[in-house]
């Protein structure tokens, strides 16, 4: 078995990854519950590999995401639902419905006018879908209603941000960003007094609202609230850093620091970073 660019190597290493026989025992254990974190996993090394912006890195990583497309295809292939090709297939109609204005005959010439059209066509897809769900047997109340397509797997702040974004569409929104601040500072208010409660279950309500609140603003001011916090992890760790490593110059142990210690260095490495 020889490394190549077509695809087809990649689907024949599955399959004897995950032949029962003479498999890796590993890989023929696992199911689709199993895999699905690693699958999120290889996301996020994609994303980073693009923030990093490391080319070579962001190489690897899409080989390691498509091997979580080709690994659930397998797996489905095995028990008779579809298989790669029909992955492929799938996709390739879905791009080519979607672009009436490149691929046929469309009046959408300008982005918004595309975004409209991309948005009707789902709507017929959703029917569609629906109407297969319901010749299968499968039922789910959840996906009928009107937030059903913002999935659950998200990670929760890009949840939250797809749920506002679809409310907005039917005119459930905040039509400038000044109320939201006010609405911040009163959930604000509510988890001090949900901390002074001891409640535990209270504050973790009171606080998943304030982050919902936050979310809300960072949309209204044209900031992806999760790219917001990976800039503010970024420099959290750069900070960090500078603390271990001048507390390392100074022949000071990081675990001996005192928090005051470590924030006069914090705050060096802000004007630092001006």
């Known amino acids: 078995m020889l490394p190549s660019k077509d695809i087809k190597r990649l689907i024949e290493i599955m ?67 579809f298989s790669f090709g029909d992955v492929v297939e799938a996709i390739t109609h879905k791009m080519i419905r979607r672009h009436p204005h490149v691929f046929a005959r469309s009046d959408a010439d300008t982005p918004e006018a595309v975004k409209r059209q991309w948005d009707d066509i789902k709507q017929i897809e959703k029917r569609e879908r629906a109407e297969r769900r319901a010749k299968r047997g499968i ?35 905040w039509q400038n960003a000044e109320p939201i601040l006010d609405k911040i500072e009163e959930e604000i208010g509510e988890l001090r007094e949900a901390l002074r409660s001891g409640n535990q279950a209270k504050v973790q309500d009171e606080l998943g609202d304030l982050i919902f609140a936050v979310v809300n603003i960072g949309r209204h001011v044209k900031t992806d609230p999760e790219q917001a916090l990976r800039g503010t992890n970024a420099k959290f760790r750069r900070r960090f850093k ?33």
Not at 140 to 162: H, I, M
Not at 245 to 272: F, H, P, Y
Request: with cysteine; hydrophobic share 35%; aromatic share 8%.
């Open 15 to 81: 399959a004897a990854l995950r032949d029962p026989n003479t498999g890796c025992p590993w890989d023929i254990e696992q199911d689709f519950g199993t895999i699905a974190p690693y699958t999120l996993e290889e996301a996020y090394e994609v994303a980073d590999a693009i923030e990093r912006n490391d080319l070579d890195d962001l190489r690897e990583e899409l080989g390691d995401l498509l091997l979580q497309v080709v690994f659930h295809s397998r797996m489905a292939e095995e028990l008779g639902e």
């Open 139 to 173: 039922t789910d109340d959840f996906k009928q209603c009107y937030l059903g397509s913002v999935g659950r797997n998200f990670p929760a702040l890009t949840e939250a941000l797809k749920l506002q974004e679809r409310a907005a569409k039917v005119g459930f929104d």
């Open 242 to 274: 500078y603390i271990e490593d001048t507390l390392q110059k100074n022949g000071e142990d990081l675990a001996e620091a005192s928090l005051e210690r470590m924030e006069e260095i914090w705050q060096a490495s802000k004007k630092n970073e001006r």
